[in-house]
T-cell receptor
Framework: DGGITQSPKYLFRKEGQNVTLSCEQN?????MYWYRQDPGQGLRLIYY???????QKGDIAEGYSVSREKKESFPLTVTSAQKNPTAFYLC????????????FGPGTRLLVL | AQSVTQPDIHITVSEGASLELRCNYS??????LFWYVQSPGQGLQLLLK??????LVQGIKGFEAEFKRSQSSFNLRKPSVHWSDAAEYFC?????????????FGGGTRLMVKP
């Protein structure tokens, strides 16, 4: 079955530590996205990538980094520079071009110890 | 810049009652419009989308939404709510100008269903 997988489901980070969230899709989608969701808020775009080896900052990119070495993978690293990393992180993908429909993974909840 | 407002943070309805969730958007032209549903701790599932044509669109799970250009609205409706509809609902808007694929989301409406 085609879909988007995110791992782990829960992730704990210690102070000063970098952590990496995984996102994999087998939908053959060109574009991939990372969103952050805080309680009672909508989704805010962190980074997106429309093609392999290229990515762009979203609205809240500070303290995060990404890579897009393969079409099916778009890992997100939450660096120690992100002072408030506790949130629910959602990965999405879509076919490039329009009209546009994004498909979402199940999410990773990041907690700071 | 585009924006989406969902005026109701929480809504409670009785099972079997009708439902309407409000969504207002700000965009320079006719955007692409979406409704997503999120169960607790899960990702978002697409309920329906509007791109063009008939302003009343049908989605999954018995939901429908109506695009009203004059009111800049895209309200979600369901004639009879089931307990399993309890979730958070997000309205989103995307540009229709081939310039990118970015979606802007509203803050969400949490739906609770009373037995």
């Amino acid at each position: 079955d085609g879909g988007i997988t995110q791992s782990p489901k829960y992730l704990f980070r210690k102070e000063g530590q970098n952590v990496t969230l995984s996102c994999e899709q087998n939908l053959n989608h060109d574009a991939m996205y990372w969103y952050r969701q805080d309680p009672g808020q909508g989704l805010r775009l962190i980074y997106y990538s429309q093609i392999v080896n290229d990515f762009q900052k979203g609205d809240i990119a500070e303290g995060y980094s990404v890579s897009r070495e393969k079409k099916e993978s778009f890992p997100l690293t939450v660096t120690s520079a992100q002072k408030n990393p506790t949130a629910f992180y959602l990965c999405a993908s879509s076919t490039d071009g329009h009209p546009e429909t994004q498909y979402f993974g199940p999410g990773t909840r990041l907690l700071v110890l | 810049a585009q924006s989406v407002t969902q005026p109701d943070i929480h809504i409670t309805v009785s099972e079997g009652a009708s439902l309407e969730l409000r969504c207002n958007y700000s965009y320079g032209a006719t955007p692409y419009l979406f409704w997503y549903v999120q169960s607790p701790g899960q990702g978002l599932q697409l309920l329906l989308k509007y791109f063009s044509g008939d302003t009343l669109v049908q989605g999954i799970k018995g939901f429908e939404a109506e695009f009203k250009r004059s009111q800049s609205s895209f309200n979600l409706r369901k004639p009879s709510v089931h307990w399993s509809d309890a979730a958070e609902y997000f309205c989103a808007v995307g540009p229709n100008n081939n310039a990118g694929n970015m979606l802007t989301f509203g803050g969400g409406t949490r739906l609770m269903v009373k037995p």
